[in-house]
């Protein structure tokens, strides 16, 4: 299995970015696929999935209405179009699977928003 997210970078707040994250190694229509984010001294935030069979999303509802998340089933790859960023959307993010009891995660992508 491999993920590798890509896209981040340094954006002023009100900006936007999108990433996305190509998979491999497994049947990606079969799974959800999930963007977590990760600041220093806390824990794992799941940002928001996507049942790629169906597309069912799914959101924190701190991302609510600013965040979309999509799959491309062809190429296998997922993306998170994040828009309105805040300082606090800062964080590395993480795209990654379940596949039954083992979760994969890529190396993740630093997302900067600052003035």
């Known amino acids: 299995v491999q993920l590798v997210e890509s896209g981040g970078g340094l954006v002023q707040p009100g900006g936007s970015l999108r990433l996305s994250c190509a998979a491999s190694?497994?049947?990606?229509?079969?799974?959800?696929m999930t963007w977590y984010r990760q600041t220093p001294g806390k824990e794992r935030e799941l940002v928001a999935s996507?049942?790629?069979?169906?597309?069912?999303?799914n959101y924190a509802d701190s991302v609510k209405g600013r965040f979309t998340i999509s799959s491309d089933n062809v190429k296998s790859t997922v993306s998170l179009q994040m828009n309105s960023l805040k300082p606090e959307d800062t964080a590395m993010y993480y795209c990654?699977?379940?596949?039954?009891?083992?979760?994969?995660w890529g190396q993740g992508t630093q997302v900067t928003v600052s003035s």
């Open positions: 190694g497994f049947t990606f229509s079969s799974y959800a």
């Open positions: 990654g699977v379940r596949l039954g009891l083992r979760a994969y």
């Open positions: 996507i049942i790629i069979l169906n597309g069912r999303t």
